[in-house]
């Protein structure tokens, strides 16, 4: 009976408290860089998924001030820390490398269209668009923004494109479904930029 109580003991002092859990969950992604799955945390901090999401969205809270220059996103089932966006002024000064594509008109509409449409084909994103969207779609593969998520079950078998992990990083939402609404007269204001990108190749 000593030992079960000193071994319970020692499982107690293991244990971490809250504010403890909360620091473990930050230095955890702040060392990994990279998302990371709310299970995987669940694990590190011994707190179920529904305990740990409550320590993440406090530890969220914390750096939603103007004084911060780091966020918390949440990408559905994982979290990661990341530079605030309004400072990448300031980051490329150091960075040697800096990853943020430049998006044209035709590569934005083409993403638009992909994040609002998927899974969605090469040949329903030129339908929308009414013009061969090849290009626009390799450079946000290139981008990694855009991903390969399986093939429709149609003769053929067609790409199904997605937006990736990447993408909401990039535009700070946690889930496609925060993007705002895609109006039909956005719709219509892509197709008639198309039909202008086009006039101008056969003129050309």
Same mark, same amino acid.
């Given at each position: +009976?000593?030992?079960?109580?000193?071994?319970?003991?020692?499982?107690? $002092?293991? =244990?971490?408290?809250?504010?403890?859990? +909360?620091? !473990?969950?930050?230095?955890?992604?702040?060392?990994?860089?990279?998302?990371?799955?709310?299970?995987?945390?669940?694990?590190?901090?011994?707190?179920?998924?529904?305990?740990?999401?409550?320590?993440?969205?406090?530890?969220?809270?914390?750096?939603?001030?103007?004084?911060?220059?780091?966020?918390?996103?949440? +990408? &559905?089932?994982?979290?990661?820390?990341?530079?605030?966006?309004?400072?990448?002024?300031?980051?490329? =000064?150091?960075?040697?490398?800096?990853?943020?594509?430049?998006?044209?008109?035709?590569?934005?509409?083409?993403?638009?269209?992909? !994040?609002?449409?998927?899974?969605?084909?090469?040949?329903?994103?030129?339908?929308?668009?009414?013009?061969?969207? $090849?290009?626009?779609?390799? =450079?946000? +593969?290139?981008?990694?923004?855009?991903? &390969?998520?399986?093939?429709?079950?149609?003769?053929?078998?067609?790409?199904?494109?997605?937006?990736?992990? =990447?993408?909401?990083?990039?535009?700070?939402?946690?889930?496609?479904?925060?993007?705002? &609404?895609?109006?039909?007269?956005?719709?219509?204001?892509?197709?008639?930029?198309?039909?202008?990108?086009?006039?101008?190749?056969?003129?050309?």
């Amino acid at each position: +009976m000593e030992n079960e109580h000193i071994e319970t003991k020692k499982e107690e $002092e293991i =244990k971490l408290g809250d504010e403890e859990a +909360m620091a !473990a969950l930050e230095a955890v992604l702040f060392a990994m860089g990279e998302s990371v799955e709310i299970s995987r945390l669940a694990q590190v901090v011994d707190r179920t998924e529904a305990k740990t999401a409550k320590l993440l969205a406090a530890l969220r809270e914390k750096y939603d001030t103007p004084s911060s220059g780091i966020q918390l996103l949440c +990408m &559905e089932n994982s979290y990661q820390l990341s530079t605030r966006k309004e400072y990448y002024p300031q980051l490329i =000064k150091i960075a040697s490398h800096p990853k943020k594509p430049s998006l044209s008109d035709v590569v934005l509409e083409t993403l638009s269209i992909i !994040a609002y449409k998927q899974p969605v084909t090469k040949a329903q994103i030129e339908q929308i668009r009414g013009v061969s969207s $090849e290009h626009a779609v390799n =450079k946000l +593969m290139e981008y990694e923004l855009v991903q &390969e998520l399986g093939r429709l079950n149609v003769p053929g078998r067609p790409i199904l494109f997605g937006t990736t992990e =990447k993408f909401l990083r990039y535009f700070g939402v946690d889930s496609t479904t925060d993007l705002p &609404e895609l109006t039909p007269l956005q719709i219509e204001d892509f197709k008639a930029e198309a039909e202008a990108e086009l006039n101008v190749s056969v003129d050309v």
